[in-house]
C-alpha cells in the first residue's frame, strides 16, 4: 500500500488539509524540543541551584574566594561562603558593596565578625584570620528585587572580586 495516497488532501470522509497539517505537527515538534531543552536547563540550574549556576571566583592577589550561586528566585535564600587571607592571627576587614545589598538582605552569617559597619560603599565585616591568616564566612542571603545584580566583595588592602547575579519573579 502506497503512503503517498494518504498524504493527498482529501474531502471523504472528513475534509482535510495535509499541507497544514504538517505545518502544525512540524511546530509541535518544535515545542517538544523546546520543552525538553528547558527542562535540561532547568535541571542543569539555570534557574537555580546547579551546575549552571554555581560558581567560585578567586581575587588576583588570591586572597579572596567567593563561592555563590549566579540564578536566585526573589523572595528565595541562596548560600556564599567567602574565604579570605589576611595577616596571619590579625583581623581584616572584608567589604561587601552596597550593590548586593540592595539585591538582597543577609538572612545569617556564620561565624560573627568582630565588628561590622555600613557605609555608603557598603557593608564592612571585621573578621579574625587563623595562625595562617585564613577566614571563612557563610552567608545566606534573601533575594529582593528582580534583574541583574553587579556586586563586588573585597578585602581592606587587598583582592576583590566582581559578582554578578540574575534574579527571577
Known amino acids: 500500500m502506497s503512503h503517498g495516497h494518504e ?4 474531502q471523504y470522509p472528513v475534509e482535510e488539509d495535509i ?6 505537527w512540524r511546530f509541535e ?3 517538544w524540543y523546546a520543552l525538553i531543552a528547558i527542562v535540561a536547563l532547568t535541571l542543569c540550574g ?4 546547579g551546575w549552571l549556576s554555581t560558581v567560585s ?5 588570591q586572597d579572596l ?3 555563590y550561586e549566579r540564578f536566585h528566585r526573589s523572595g528565595g535564600v541562596n548560600s556564599m561562603v567567602i574565604h579570605s587571607r589576611g ?6 576587614v572584608l567589604v561587601i558593596s552596597s550593590a548586593m545589598l540592595e539585591g538582597f538582605s543577609v538572612d545569617s552569617m556564620q561565624p560573627q565578625p ?13 573578621l579574625m584570620g587563623d595562625a595562617q591568616g585564613e577566614s571563612a564566612l557563610y552567608l545566606a542571603w534573601r533575594s529582593e528585587g528582580l534583574g541583574l545584580v553587579n556586586s563586588q566583595i573585597g578585602i581592606e588592602g587587598g583582592g576583590s572580586v566582581s559578582l554578578t547575579q540574575f534574579i527571577y519573579p
Do not use: C, K, N, W
Not at 46 to 49: A, D, I, K, T
Not at 57 to 61: E, G, I, L, Y
Open 7 to 10: 498524504m493527498r488532501d482529501r
Open 19 to 24: 499541507g497544514l497539517q504538517r505545518r502544525i
Open 29 to 31: 515538534r518544535v515545542g
Open 46 to 49: 539555570l534557574f537555580s541551584h
Open 57 to 61: 571566583v578567586t581575587s588576583q592577589r
Open 65 to 67: 574566594v567567593v563561592e
Open 87 to 92: 595577616a596571619p592571627g590579625m583581623p581584616h
Open 114 to 126: 568582630i565588628a561590622s559597619a555600613g557605609t555608603r560603599q557598603g557593608l564592612r565585616l571585621t
